[in-house]
């Protein structure tokens, strides 16, 4: 089942709450985080993450929803296809796909399959699948997913300078991408790689 940017959007922020120590936002903190001025819609999104078995309502009504508890054994999502060349959109399909221990972050993580030969110099080739650690920060020269004016996202490597973030490829055919910092949000940190050989 596909999931539009907006549930996708809505599926992040409960992600980003996880820590069991904090509690799950309500209805009208989520729409105020999405800008949202009707419960109505925002009902809709939530039963297409119930749908998509990402989400659960939780006991009472107070709180509305929870991510559904799962654990690495039982896969991370795979959230579809990102650029390792032009840009194009990451598109979240919530299909659980497993990955061993060994590659995934000490926090939230998913899977993108690579679209592209731009990072082939880092041996990262086009159809190979991606462990994407979420972080909204990364040390320069960190291979990251770039979300680029809140609509398309890219893999590259990412070097900050002041007034300017500089995505690189890894294709000595292909020029670096050179962006305003408001323009550029990083959604995670690439932690590991996965590669099938089937024809």
Known sequence: MKLTRRQQE???????NIDHSQLPPTYEELCSLLGLKSRGSLHKHIQALVEAGLVEPMAGLKRGIRL????????????????????????N?????QVPDALLGKGPCYVLQV???SMIDEGIYDGDYVVIEEQAQARDGDIVVALID?????????????GQVILHAANPSMSAMIYKPQQVRIQGVLRGL?????K
Not at 75 to 88: E, F, N, T
Not at 93 to 97: C, D, K, S, T, Y
């Open 68 to 91: 559904v508890e799962s654990s690495a054994a039982e896969g991370i999502p795979y959230l579809g296809r990102i650029a390792a060349g032009r840009p194009i959109e990451a598109v």
């Open 10 to 16: 809505i599926y992040r922020i409960l992600r980003d």
């Open 194 to 198: 996965l590669r099938s050989y089937a």
């Open 150 to 162: 809140n609509e398309e996202a890219t893999l590259k490597r990412i070097e900050q300078r002041p």
């Open 93 to 97: 399909q919530a299909q659980p796909m």
């Open 115 to 117: 679209c592209g030969d």
